[in-house]
């Protein structure tokens, strides 16, 4: 049936899988990368697609030419580009080369099972967004700081025209300084940190001082279009009938409790919210990867010191291994490249690999500094209602996820699940899990969330029953 | 120590089995603490379908338990909140060929014989209760008598309803003996707990509870995957499956072996479950165990093609090597009582299963004879007492 494996499969086209594979593929291996998306880049490095004809795509990026960069050193390698390809789940027989499912085509008719093998696999499947639902969160008008930065990136729209942006984390700065940039007016910024965390790492912070000069540069631009920064604040409430009309911003205590007396009233037509971003790593932990949990609270892969994951001949980079960035995300891919060819080669590592250890390191403790100063404090469930959604798709209010557990003796997001069904909907929890997982802890904080998601995204029927028997 | 750390009876487990004993043991006016490692139906419970089955049993002491507990199950659904979701749809087992019907047709007479419901139905009259069934179907038998729960959900009602102290997170590490050997209570991550009776419904994990009371018992975890659909309108009304599925039940082999049991639940997904093998705690996926459920659903409900897989779900169902229930007072460990190895039955034996420890403990007579689930049953094999090298793989 099958054709000879590649040496390495790498899942994930953005900063991370882009470096993993051009470098792979320097190295002289056979490389199949798979991608959802029809052209590189992940959710860093997204951009308009070629039919809206986009004069400047650069202009969103301040590291464009990081990038073109390794698309162009892509395009010029032997590279086989696998696009819109959903890995749904990956598995391995033995000593077989492992067996990367995916599902290929449009929706329905048109969609096709495909079935990569490859020696060695590099998962570079980056992060998606943590939500900490609040009353009035499900309101249309409500996007995530993300998912605004998507929408600029790819469709060049803006979500409303008074946007307040809240939460907790870089990207809000990033996500303003864009809005503010693309014409909205943006009242306020409501940090939830106090962002002294980052002053308990002073070493980390000195030695990244490009993370210090790309702070300074979005400072710039929100002082230029004069918004205004409130830390150790929050959004508490969202009014509005059929869509957002103004939020309550409200002051908060150290561990994210709000103050009383505190809230205020902003008039705004949408609302922008992010509480960074949570590991894709489901592919992973289906087969048993070890994890740890980060200090931004998140669940993150246990990786070597080249990248590789608790289970041989699995390597993983960028976002996977701890929310981090794109540059630290290339760094990683390039390390895991050259440890990949390595173990297939027997050759000797390069003398570069010390070289990359190195920064990687360095932009590894800046990012923990950062995640530890940005995770959710304890006190972040008072926001919450006992009406307010917690679970969107299968609208599962706290109040409900409260009883469960005093009740009825729910301890973890999946207990919670079974007595509740928070998180069996469509998007089988990477919406709540962070939250769910947090009020079956009986309290706030960022409790890590260990669900197992063996289908990274839904498979038919059809397409399971027409698998191949093994061999 | 508080005063609360004594009882009448210990159960460890909060699965529906443990909840089940709970349940009857606080009815029969014993006071009960439950302790459990995780939270409630976190094991096997939460991994299991919710199969209130008759059908799927040979003329037995199973079949015969399975009936008491499906009455008992119409009396809980009744005593118990609407959000167990029981639902008596009935079951319909179908046979693909020709040849499978006089295997069926034998093993329906002799379950109406044993007080079974069970009506055969001619392949003309299979649309009529199962509309979107694949055409050609040689027929089938409608076993009404079949049900479905919510099996986390109604393990967490039983233990509320139970009124028992429920102890979560809280792991047995070990076991209080008197000077003549008998149980006096257990030791736990928190402390000790006294009571003169402890019921082991550890489920998968019942062998190496057992082990740890100086007790054995020869339980295996059998795997078992179940895919869950999006939701969908309600497409599938009974419980419906294949004429095989009852020869891989009373089967004793360790390869793989699949026959979907395919059912709707009100939520809206389809449920397909479960494949059988043993081996031992693993939980990675197995593609070919989901490639054989996704093809006899398909092969049942060809609609079912193009319909999504959102997710799958592994369990570790408990089985003795007679693939009976261990239910009863241990031979050699006085005050110790089993209440595990139901393997995919556990979700409908359990009220019987609670029932006859509640009686045991208190003397009462039993609702039937509890002989042939006797635990000693396995004293005399000496091949057995090899047991769980399997049991205690690590998860």
Redesign the interface.
């Known amino acids: 049936m099958s054709a000879e494996p590649y040496d390495l499969a790498v899942i994930g086209a953005g900063a991370a899988g882009l470096a993993g594979a051009v470098h792979a593929a320097g190295q002289g291996l056979s490389v199949a990368l798979l991608d959802d998306a029809a052209q590189a880049g992940g959710q860093f490095f997204r951009h308009p697609a070629p039919a809206l004809k986009a004069g400047r795509p650069q202009a969103l990026h301040h590291h464009w030419s990081a990038f073109r960069e390794l698309r162009s050193r892509l395009a010029a390698s032997a590279v086989d580009h696998l696009t819109g390809h959903h890995v749904w ?1 990956v ?1 391995r027989d033995g000593d077989l080369p492992w ?1 990367v ?1 995916a599902l290929t085509g449009a929706d ?1 008719e048109e969609q096709r099972p495909v079935c990569i093998r490859a020696r060695a696999l590099l998962l570079a499947t980056g992060a998606y967004e943590r939500q900490l639902p609040f009353p009035g969160w499900t309101l249309p008008g409500v996007v995530s700081a993300g998912g605004v930065q998507a929408m600029l990136k790819s469709g060049l729209v803006l979500p409303g025209r008074r946007i307040v942006v809240a939460g907790s984390g870089p990207l809000l700065l990033a996500a303003a300084s864009s809005l503010a940039t693309a014409g909205a007016r943006v009242p306020l910024v409501a940090e939830a940190a106090g962002y002294l965390g980052y002053a308990r790492h002073p070493g980390a912070l000195a030695a990244n001082p490009g993370k210090l000069a790309e702070g300074a540069l979005h400072a710039k631009v929100l002082a230029r279009h004069r918004v205004r920064l409130s830390t150790r604040s929050a959004v508490t409430e969202v009014h509005g009938t059929d869509r957002v009309e103004a939020v309550t911003v409200r002051r908060l205590d150290r561990d994210w409790r709000p103050l009383p007396g505190t809230g205020r009233r902003i008039a705004c037509d949408a609302l922008a919210v992010g509480h960074g971003l949570v590991p894709r790593i489901e592919l992973a932990t ?3 990867c070890a994890t740890r949990q980060a200090p931004d609270g998140t669940s993150v892969l246990v990786l070597d010191d080249r990248q590789q994951t608790s289970v041989p001949g699995l390597w993983a980079a960028g976002e996977t291994g701890g929310i981090g960035g794109w540059q630290l995300a290339a760094v990683e891919g390039e390390l895991a490249a050259l440890a990949v060819a390595h173990r297939l080669s027997g050759r000797p590592a390069p003398a570069r690999v010390r070289e990359l250890r190195r920064r990687r390191d360095r932009m590894r403790r800046f990012a923990e500094a950062m995640g530890a100063a940005h995770r959710p404090g304890p006190g972040w469930t008072h926001w919450l209602q006992d009406g307010t959604e917690v679970c969107r798709c ?1 609208e599962v209010t706290a109040g409900s996820i409260r009883e ?1 557990v005093a ?6 997001a ?2 919670v699940k ?2 509740t ?1 928070a998180g ?3 998007c ?1 929890g990477r919406m709540c899990g962070a939250a769910v997982a947090c009020l079956a802890a009986g309290g706030g904080g960022a409790a890590a969330s260990e669900e ?4 990274a995204v ?5 397409t ?4 191949d ?2 061999n | 120590m508080s005063t609360t750390d004594s009882s009448d009876v210990i159960v460890i487990g ?1 699965g529906v089995v443990g909840a089940a004993c709970a349940y009857y043991a606080a009815r029969h006016g014993l006071s009960v603490t439950v302790l459990d490692r ?5 094991g096997t419970t ?1 991994a299991g379908e919710g199969n209130l089955l008759v059908s799927d049993k040979e003329p037995g002491p199973e079949l015969e338990l399975a009936l008491i507990s499906l009455a008992l199950w119409r009396e809980l659904s009744e005593a118990l909140p609407p959000e167990i979701e029981y639902e008596p749809k009935g079951g319909l087992v179908v046979a693909s060929a020709p040849e499978g019907l006089p295997a069926l047709r034998k093993l329906a007479a002799g379950q109406r014989a044993a007080g079974v419901k069970a009506e055969e139905i001619p392949p003309e009259r299979l649309p009529g209760l199962e509309p979107h069934l694949a055409p050609g179907l040689a027929g089938g038998v409608h076993y009404p008598q079949d049900a479905q729960v919510q099996p ?2 109604a393990a ?2 039983l ?2 309803a139970s009124g028992a102290r ?1 102890r ?2 809280e792991e047995v590490t070990g076991f209080l003996k008197g000077a003549s050997g008998e149980l006096k209570g257990v030791r736990t991550s928190k402390g000790a707990l006294h009571a003169p009776y402890v019921v082991n419904a550890a489920g998968a994990w019942g062998g190496e509870l057992a082990r740890l009371a100086g007790a054995t018992l020869p339980l295996l975890p059998r795997r078992g995957f179940v ?1 869950v ?3 969908l309108p309600q497409l599938v009304r009974h419980k419906v499956y294949s004429a095989e599925y009852v020869a891989d039940v009373a089967s004793g082999s360790a390869e793989l072996q699949t026959s979907a049991v395919v059912e709707g639940t009100p ?1 809206g ?1 389809v449920l ?1 479950g479960a494949s059988r093998e043993q081996v031992g705690f693993d ?3 197995s ?2 165990a ?2 054989r ?3 006899q ?2 092969a049942l409900f060809p609609v ?10 592994a369990g570790f169902r408990p089985y003795l090597p007679d693939h009976l229930p261990a239910i009863g007072h241990d031979p050699t460990v006085p005050g110790l009582l089993h209440a595990c190895g139901h393997e995919g039955a556990g979700i409908g034996l359990a009220p019987a299963t609670g029932l006859v420890i509640a009686r045991l403990v208190t003397g009462d007579k039993p609702p039937l004879d509890p002989g042939p689930f006797g635990p000693g049953r396995f004293a005399g094999a000496s091949g057995t007492s090899g047991t769980s090298g399997r049991a205690s793989t690590p998860r």
């Open positions: 789940t598995t067996a499912h329905g289906a087969l048993g299968e469960a009740e009825l003796g729910a301890r973890d999946r207990t079974l007595l069904r069996m909907g469509w089988q197992r998601r063996p289908f839904p498979v038919p029927l059809g399971l029953a027409a698998l028997e093994p | 909060a995780g939270a409630v139906a976190g939460g986390a959900l967490a009602h233990l509320r429920l979560l997170g895919l659909t999006e939701p939520a997904p397909i939980r990675s996926l593609t070919a989901l490639r459920l996704a093809a659903a398909v079912l093609a193009r319909v999504r897989a959102m997710r799958t779900y």
